[in-house]
């Protein structure tokens, strides 16, 4: 995706990040309010704008990283988005460990807190669909910044929302690069019977076939860790195995079992495989429904500050800074209008979002299902010293 010319309010959040770091606070950065567009400004928010907004993730667990990282991007948001608009948005953590049941438990507690109006996350579209329907009833609006279902958007769960592309654009866009870049004859997909894996084979496996390509379609839970006896089955004519998994540690191990049956078959992977550190096998290729700010000149600084306040990080935090900042901004016009922030205006707020740019190097409004209006996927493949290195789309 091409970077979208970020205007004026860029300069007024770099100028934010310095005064966050002067005062102490989380490190904030660039582009959300600078970049969002939206037009709460500090003067008109309400110095009394208080209110409490939920943020879901794995924060424990087998995807720890993943879930910390959109931890720290939330966290970044939240005090940018005070400095900028004079609001006094707390967040408050629910550790889900990418788990339904545990998400739901969380959901039931963050239903029960009147004071939280808003939620962000959960991170895996079986979390959501899990806790879509409380949600509903609740009258609370929910952005997730990596659930990509097809299925969430069909209208069973009225406040549900994404800043991220959905299964039917990745799944496609993936199938068909494979085909028509990779040329494979033979190839195995892989799905880890969740919600997020079955959706994508789902998306993928029509194009495989009309293409006259042979399908191994193999099935695995994620809590296997020894894939030995499923790379046997990988032929000396499989080519390419697509991995939409949702733990990267699994498929770095099940390329390392494939070295050791000298297998040379390329993986193609999805989102959760990008964690650069964990899955670094050489020459695959890993789809990704967010981009590399670090890539992205009108982020700067908001990838400065949050890797020198966190370290390293991947594609799964710039989304949940993004969807953070949503609510964030439609907290502030609530109390801009002279009103006290609710489920039912902060909802109502979240569904006019027009921001003519973000974060994400793209601008952010939804359509009537909760969708990221003209969403995007990014490919990048793996080189010999572990970089992801971003693919220019054709």
Not at 153 to 172: A, H, L, M, N
Not at 371 to 394: A, H, M, W
Request: charged fraction near 10%; hydrophobic fraction near 40%; aromatic fraction near 8%.
């Amino acid at each position: 995706m091409e970077a979208y010319p970020v205007k004026g309010r860029l300069f007024i959040a770099a100028a934010a990040v310095g005064s966050l770091a002067a005062a102490g606070c989380s490190s904030s950065s660039s582009s959300s309010t600078a970049a969002s567009g939206g037009t709460t400004s500090a003067s008109a928010a309400a110095k009394t704008c208080v209110a409490s907004i939920g943020m879901e993730g794995p924060l424990t667990g087998p995807v720890a990283p993943l879930g910390q990282e959109q931890l720290h991007f939330a966290e970044l948001a939240v005090a940018m988005d005070n400095a900028a608009n004079k609001t006094q948005i707390t967040l408050v953590q629910g550790d889900t460990q990418l788990n339904p049941a545990q998400a739901t438990t969380v959901t039931q507690q963050f239903i029960s807190n009147s004071s939280i109006v808003a939620v962000v996350g959960p991170a895996g579209s079986q979390e959501v669909e899990a806790i879509g329907g409380p949600m509903g009833r609740a009258g609370m609006a929910f952005i997730s910044g990596s659930a990509t279902a097809v299925a969430l958007t069909t209208g069973t769960y009225p406040t549900f929302f994404r800043v991220v592309s959905k299964d039917s654009v990745q799944g496609p866009q993936d199938a068909n690069y494979i085909v028509k870049t990779l040329h494979p004859k033979d190839l195995m997909i892989v799905d880890d019977q969740e919600a997020y894996s079955t959706g994508l084979v789902s998306a993928m496996l029509p194009i495989f076939q009309a293409a006259g390509i042979k399908v191994d379609h193999e099935s695995v839970s994620q809590k296997v860790t020894d894939f030995s006896s499923l790379v046997a089955k990988v032929t000396p004519a499989t080519s390419v195995v697509v991995l939409p998994w949702q733990i990267a540690a699994n498929a770095q191990q099940f390329g390392r079992d494939l070295a050791q049956q000298h297998k040379t078959a390329v993986i193609f992977g999805t989102d959760g495989l990008f964690s650069p550190g964990t899955f670094s096998i050489t020459g695959s290729y890993v789809s990704s429904f967010g981009p590399d700010i670090t890539a992205i000149p009108a982020d700067v600084a908001i990838a400065s500050a949050a890797k020198a306040k966190y370290g390293s990080f991947g594609t799964f935090g710039p989304p949940v800074f993004a969807a953070t900042h949503v609510i964030d901004e439609a907290i502030a016009s609530v109390c801009k209008a002279g009103q006290t922030p609710s489920r039912s205006n902060v909802l109502a707020a979240i569904k006019n979002t027009h921001e003519p740019a973000s974060i994400l190097g793209q601008p952010i409004s939804f359509d009537s299902h909760g969708d990221l209006v003209n969403g995007k996927f990014f490919l990048f493949k793996i080189t010999s010293t572990g970089k992801y290195q971003l693919i220019p789309s054709s």
